[in-house]
């Protein structure tokens, strides 16, 4: 699994080399970099905002865990989001599933 630093310095090559239009790669590396600031101010034991923790979730797919595929997928904004907020996704993705699947079981009687 990629680390927010290594996702911030595959976004900065991107920029550099032009391989997507500047704007989107600026957009995109801006949202790492306040990433970042998150992962800084929980580093330091300091505890994070409802708005910090919302607008981090704003970058997964579907703004939550909930629509985010397997670990496996390797998704550079699932690994960054969860290095960010120190959550372990492997682990985090597991618990989703057995949790659905007690709930179908639920609902399929």
Known sequence: M???EEAI??????VE?????AEAAKKKLDLLIELQKIKNKRLKGEE????????TMNLLCWNSYAGCCA???DCPWNAAVSDAL??????????KVKIIEEEL???LG
């Open 17 to 21: 080399e032009n391989i997507v239009s």
């Open 86 to 95: 120190g959550v372990d996704y492997k682990g985090l993705y597991e618990a």
């Open 105 to 107: 079981k639920k609902m």
């Open 71 to 73: 670990p496996a997928k």
């Open 48 to 55: 994070l905002t409802d708005d910090e923790i919302h607008s």
């Open 2 to 4: 990629r680390s927010l």
């Open 9 to 14: 310095e595959e976004y900065r090559q991107i």
